[in-house]
């Protein structure tokens, strides 16, 4: 059985040179396009389509909303981004509203379509430089984390009543310890967060929910 693709982009003449190209597959089949966002949605609730092939800056509804969508109207339907654009904003944005593929534009045509066919089999695909900035990402977390959990627990202690707003003459009072000791741990704290001042350790606190 073929695969049902479904084409996303508001260049028509690009959506010409893939019709032509995926429709002289054996095993792939173009059953519809749209020009919009909400006019894909349409079509996905309309067709089925087994693989969505859609660019991400598309009039009336961006291509990030849509895919949100497509997975609330169709769950099973397979989403292949096909942009120019590889900014972290969208990337991150695409992958967690469900798509499982993110290509470029400038990406050779065979690899397009066995893209399709990969995506369409339940694999998932990313452009080497879009892979190259998630698994950055990922190192990035990664590093957070262990940076936390080089804290000893005094250390945690310390950094909590700093993200509760308290000085570090009430820290020593609530721990039970001098002043100078709290601004060793404080330093200690800032050199193993690498951060540089209290608000960006209170704020790495906040945004890694350590308490």
Avoid: W
């Amino acid at each position: 059985m073929a695969i049902r693709v479904l084409l996303c982009d508001d260049h028509a003449i690009l959506r010409d040179g893939l019709r032509s190209l995926l429709n002289g597959e054996p095993d792939m089949e173009v059953v519809g396009e749209a020009a919009n966002g909400l006019q894909a949605i349409g079509e996905v609730r309309r067709l089925r389509p087994d693989v969505v092939l859609m660019d991400i800056n598309m009039p009336e509804l961006d291509g990030v909303e849509a895919v949100r969508q497509f997975r609330i109207e169709c769950p099973t339907v397979r989403i292949l981004i096909l942009t120019m654009y590889n900014h972290d904003e969208y990337l991150f944005r695409t992958i967690q509203a469900g798509a499982q593929g993110y290509l470029l534009k400038d990406s050779p045509v065979r690899e397009v379509i066995e893209a399709i066919r990969k995506v369409a089999t339940g694999g998932s695909v990313l452009h080497p430089d879009v892979a190259q900035k998630l698994l950055d990402s990922y190192r990035e977390q990664a590093d957070e984390k262990k940076a936390a959990d080089r804290l000893s627990p005094r250390e945690r202690q310390v950094l909590a009543e700093m993200v509760q707003g308290l000085t570090n003459k009430e820290i020593a009072e609530q721990l039970f310890i001098s002043e100078t000791t709290v601004k060793l741990h404080i330093s200690n704290i800032f050199r193993k967060l690498g951060v540089k001042s209290r608000s960006q350790a209170i704020l790495y606190a906040v945004k890694e929910r350590l308490f």
